[in-house]
């Protein structure tokens, strides 16, 4: 069966980050591995979190400890997330480093590995530790198979705008890796757009008023399962956005200010209606 390596947030009472991740990923029957970053009660966007950081000495027994235990051969799919410092970002390069370099059957899939460069949003600006940018730049942007940004980060990224699909695709390029972006708009709409070398593609639905928090880190565990089951990337890309559309549907529906991810069940495995794709290149 496959696992998952998630190198993100463990936020206790909201449905954000890698523990939320680590459960959207139980649907595609993966095994998670969630070795957290920080260790919060609450989203900071609700008030004092609790908790903090975990120490990077603890990261990195703790990296060191499923590697002793041959986690890392069987792992499928590595996802990064939020880091609370740049050597957070260091031992998880190394740790990406082993695992594909931990030795697997010659019928093993190479793993996977898609890189969420958390770091801030529109309206809310930098939310990481300044050093921390810079290290996901320098250390796991190029270890990426797939990066998934959203539109502010993709221009701090870049230093080229990305709110609009064609700029976004521009900027995407930049990047020199397959990228996934969020939060781009064009008039009532809000969606996503893929670009690498060859193709690009917008899925877009209407936008929401209200979205709970959490819908990148949705995005980027969707986007993934569909790729680690071989899907093309358009369709990996409408079903992706169709599962959050359909969540963010869910919640306002029934009134939770957070994702609902696992009352919505296989439903969030299904491409949904209300997303339209269009091919942008």
């Given at each position: 069966?496959?696992?998952?390596?998630?190198?993100?947030?463990?936020?206790?009472?909201?449905?954000?980050?890698?523990?939320?991740?680590?459960?959207?990923?139980?649907?595609?029957?993966?095994?998670?591995?969630?070795?957290?970053?920080?260790?919060?009660?609450?989203h900071?966007g609700?008030?004092?979190?609790?908790?903090?950081?975990?120490?990077?000495?603890?990261f990195?027994?703790?990296?060191?400890?499923?590697?002793?235990?041959?986690?890392?051969?069987?792992?499928?799919?590595?996802?990064?997330?939020?880091?609370?410092?740049?050597?957070?970002?260091r031992?998880?390069?190394?740790?990406?480093d082993?695992?594909?370099?931990?030795?697997?059957?010659p019928?093993?899939?190479?793993?996977?590995v898609v890189?969420?460069?958390?770091?801030?949003d529109s309206?809310?600006?930098?939310?990481?530790?300044?050093?921390?940018?810079?290290?996901?730049?320098a250390?796991?942007?190029?270890?990426?198979?797939?990066?998934?940004?959203?539109?502010?980060?993709?221009?701090?990224?870049?230093?080229?705008?990305?709110?609009?699909?064609?700029?976004?695709?521009?900027?995407?390029?930049?990047?020199?890796?397959?990228?996934?972006?969020?939060?781009?708009e064009?008039g009532q709409?809000?969606?996503v757009?893929?670009?690498?070398r060859?193709?690009?593609?917008?899925?877009?639905?209407?936008?929401?008023?209200?979205?709970?928090?959490?819908?990148?880190?949705?995005?980027?565990?969707?986007?993934?399962?569909?790729?680690?089951?071989?899907?093309p990337?358009?369709?990996?890309?409408?079903?992706?956005?169709?599962?959050?559309?359909?969540?963010?549907?869910?919640?306002?529906?029934?009134?939770?200010?957070?994702?609902?991810?696992?009352?919505?069940?296989?439903?969030?495995?299904?491409?949904?209606p209300?997303?339209?794709?269009?091919?942008?290149?």
């Amino acid at each position: 069966m496959p696992a998952a390596l998630i190198l993100s947030s463990f936020v206790a009472s909201s449905r954000v980050g890698g523990a939320m991740q680590a459960l959207a990923l139980a649907e595609f029957r993966f095994e998670p591995i969630l070795v957290p970053t920080v260790l919060f009660g609450r989203h900071p966007g609700w008030g004092a979190p609790g908790g903090g950081p975990v120490a990077t000495e603890t990261f990195e027994s703790l990296l060191d400890g499923v590697e002793a235990n041959g986690g890392f051969e069987q792992v499928d799919l590595v996802l990064t997330g939020y880091f609370a410092s740049a050597a957070q970002v260091r031992a998880a390069a190394r740790a990406i480093d082993a695992v594909r370099a931990a030795p697997r059957g010659p019928e093993a899939r190479k793993p996977l590995v898609v890189v969420d460069p958390t770091m801030g949003d529109s309206g809310k600006g930098l939310y990481v530790q300044p050093e921390v940018p810079p290290a996901i730049t320098a250390e796991l942007i190029r270890r990426a198979d797939y990066v998934t940004p959203n539109a502010w980060e993709l221009e701090r990224l870049t230093g080229i705008s990305a709110r609009a699909p064609q700029s976004a695709v521009d900027a995407a390029r930049l990047l020199g890796r397959p990228t996934l972006v969020s939060s781009v708009e064009r008039g009532q709409e809000i969606g996503v757009v893929y670009a690498d070398r060859n193709e690009a593609w917008f899925a877009a639905h209407a936008k929401s008023p209200d979205a709970p928090r959490g819908t990148g880190d949705l995005l980027s565990a969707l986007f993934a399962a569909a790729l680690s089951e071989g899907q093309p990337v358009s369709y990996a890309l409408a079903r992706a956005t169709g599962g959050v559309a359909e969540t963010v549907a869910s919640a306002a529906m029934w009134k939770t200010p957070e994702l609902p991810v696992v009352a919505m069940g296989a439903k969030i495995k299904a491409a949904s209606p209300i997303v339209r794709i269009e091919r942008l290149a």
